[in-house]
């Protein structure tokens, strides 16, 4: 019931292939591989983190920081300018290792 209500107003092709990244571990390990740039990285913008990934672009880690925001891991940091597009980004900073 929960997790009918959870997806009530998303297109059913995005709640499948949500639960298949969920499933198959693929977001977990965008989190802990986010979480490892942004060790090496602190700071640093979504697109910054994207532009120093070899793996992930900047709207997949957007995502994840969204989702790592909601769980209590990260948090926004300060607004400034990013060093790649030149215009006023948050930044992010990790509050919890997981």
């Given at each position: 019931?929960?997790?009918?209500n ?8 995005s ?7 969920v ?12 979480l490892?740039?942004?060790?090496v ?8 983190l994207g532009h ?11 995502r994840?920081l ?14 400034r300018k990013?060093?790649?597009r ?6 992010w900073?990790?509050?919890l290792?997981?």
């Open positions: 019931m929960y997790q009918a959870l997806f009530k107003d998303i297109p059913d092709t709640v499948i292939a949500y639960q298949k990244e499933v198959s571990g693929r977001k977990a390990k965008l989190e802990k591989d986010v490892a740039l942004m060790k990285y602190p700071d640093s913008t979504s697109r910054e120093y990934s070899s793996e992930y672009d900047c709207f997949q880690i957007a994840a969204s989702s790592m925001q909601k769980k209590g891991f990260v948090r926004k940091g300060d607004r990013c060093k790649l030149g215009s006023l980004m948050y930044s900073e990790v509050i290792n997981f």
